[in-house]
């Protein structure tokens, strides 16, 4: 039997390799591990044994170009993997796209648009079967092309800017309207805004609804109590202690996402300021701050189940031939209180 070429220091065993192993052709190889029942007995358990000696993983995405199939997997680009509400979202996707057989690949832009860019460049180059993404920001040009290409793209928490695609959202403006108009129904009229940065359609869609129930109220909009821009905890607790060091400062406040809400709550326990707490977003021991606090609740994991249904409909319709309407879908939300 000839000795297998030497395919390279931590280079993964080719077909060839397995095919010198057992010492058949490539050809009958190939057959082997396609499973064609017209390879003797003998000959199919001897590839299968080099195989096996070589740790040889046939290139299933090649295989599936060449058969005309798409590779089988979903590509799933998010923002911030820290943020708890993505890892929910994610497990929505892949709960849903595992049933048809697809695996989940997850990528994270760090809201860096350059980055999301080339993430997205990256999977239609890997030809992936869908894209499932939540934009950095307006600039959804890369997303447009993707979709030009012919992969089938579903937005997620945000709506597409310049160019037709399914989306899921959240009523993020009505969440943030009740929220912010429960806790001036309990008699707070200076109330603070921690929120996304302004880039982000989820943040500003949470301040136009504060905006709203202030206005509902007949209270004006003060700009000193508005802080924008935090995504993490740090930055957030940050901004609310700045808020809470003011002359007059809120005697509550509303923050547009959970990464801002348990900034603040630390900025709160911090300083001992007896300041009512609103936020959207539940998250997990929410329950156990021993504290006052509403928030706006959804279901997160339903977000991504609807994400990705939608793709796999599109997914559907491109192998048929056909395309349906464009779909966008609002989550409704609720109010949940805490520690009263």
Same mark, same amino acid.
């Given at each position: 039997?000839?000795?297998?070429? $030497?395919?390279?220091?931590?280079?993964?065993?080719?077909?060839?390799?397995?095919?010198?192993?057992?010492?058949?052709?490539?050809?009958?190889?190939?057959?082997?591990?396609?499973?064609?029942?017209?390879? +003797?007995?003998?000959?199919?358990?001897?590839?299968?044994?080099?195989?096996?000696?070589?740790?040889?993983?046939?290139?299933?995405?090649?295989?599936?170009?060449?058969?005309?199939?798409?590779?089988?997997?979903?590509?799933?680009?998010? %923002?911030?993997?820290?943020?708890?509400?993505?890892?929910?979202?994610?497990?929505?996707?892949?709960?849903?796209?595992?049933?048809?057989?697809?695996?989940?690949?997850?990528?994270? %832009?760090?809201? $860096?648009?350059?980055?999301?860019?080339?993430?997205?460049?990256?999977?239609?180059?890997?030809?992936?079967? *869908?894209?499932?993404?939540?934009?950095?920001?307006? $600039?959804?040009?890369?997303?447009?092309?993707?979709?030009?290409?012919?992969?089938?793209?579903?937005?997620?928490?945000?709506?597409?800017?310049?160019?037709?695609?399914?989306?899921?959202?959240?009523?993020?403006?009505?969440?943030?309207?009740?929220?912010?108009?429960?806790?001036?129904?309990?008699?707070?009229?200076?109330?603070?805004?921690?929120?996304?940065?302004?880039?982000?359609?989820?943040?500003?869609?949470?301040?136009?609804?504060?905006?709203?129930?202030?206005?509902?109220? *007949?209270?004006?909009?003060?700009?000193?109590?508005?802080?924008?821009?935090? %995504?993490?905890?740090?930055?957030?607790?940050?901004?609310?202690?700045?808020?809470?060091?003011?002359?007059?400062?809120?005697?509550?406040?509303?923050?547009?996402?959970?990464?801002?809400?348990?900034?603040?709550?630390?900025?709160?326990?911090?300083? *001992?300021?007896?300041?009512? +707490?609103?936020?959207?977003?539940?998250?997990?021991?929410?329950?156990?701050?021993?504290?006052? +606090?509403?928030?706006? %609740?959804?279901?997160?994991?339903?977000?991504?189940?609807?994400?990705?249904?939608?793709?796999?409909?599109?997914?559907?319709?491109?192998?048929?031939?056909?395309?349906?309407?464009?779909?966008? +879908?609002?989550?409704?939300?609720?109010?949940?209180?805490?520690?009263?």
């Amino acid at each position: 039997m000839p000795a297998p070429r $030497d395919s390279g220091a931590g280079q993964p065993p080719t077909l060839r390799d397995v095919a010198e192993r057992a010492g058949v052709s490539a050809m009958t190889a190939s057959r082997v591990l396609r499973d064609d029942p017209r390879v +003797l007995p003998a000959t199919r358990d001897r590839v299968r044994a080099a195989a096996a000696a070589l740790g040889y993983r046939p290139n299933e995405v090649a295989r599936s170009l060449r058969l005309g199939r798409g590779t089988g997997l979903v590509g799933l680009v998010v %923002t911030n993997l820290a943020n708890p509400f993505y890892s929910r979202l994610a497990l929505g996707v892949d709960s849903v796209v595992a049933a048809d057989g697809l695996k989940t690949v997850i990528g994270n %832009t760090g809201q $860096d648009l350059d980055g999301e860019r080339d993430l997205v460049a990256d999977l239609v180059a890997r030809r992936v079967d *869908g894209i499932i993404a939540v934009p950095a920001g307006s $600039d959804q040009r890369h997303l447009a092309a993707a979709a030009a290409e012919g992969v089938p793209v579903v937005l997620a928490s945000r709506p597409p800017e310049g160019f037709d695609a399914d989306c899921v959202l959240v009523d993020d403006f009505g969440g943030a309207r009740a929220a912010t108009a429960r806790l001036l129904a309990r008699g707070h009229h200076r109330v603070g805004f921690l929120g996304s940065p302004p880039a982000v359609y989820t943040g500003t869609e949470r301040l136009r609804g504060y905006h709203a129930a202030l206005a509902d109220a *007949g209270l004006p909009t003060r700009a000193g109590l508005v802080r924008q821009g935090q %995504t993490e905890p740090a930055e957030a607790e940050r901004a609310a202690a700045e808020l809470l060091a003011l002359p007059e400062p809120p005697t509550a406040l509303f923050c547009s996402n959970n990464r801002n809400t348990i900034g603040a709550f630390r900025a709160l326990r911090a300083t *001992g300021a007896d300041t009512a +707490l609103a936020g959207f977003d539940d998250f997990e021991l929410a329950d156990a701050l021993g504290l006052p +606090l509403t928030l706006v %609740t959804y279901d997160s994991d339903e977000l991504g189940c609807a994400a990705g249904r939608l793709l796999m409909e599109r997914i559907r319709e491109r192998k048929g031939g056909g395309a349906g309407a464009y779909r966008r +879908l609002v989550l409704p939300t609720g109010l949940v209180e805490y520690g009263r």
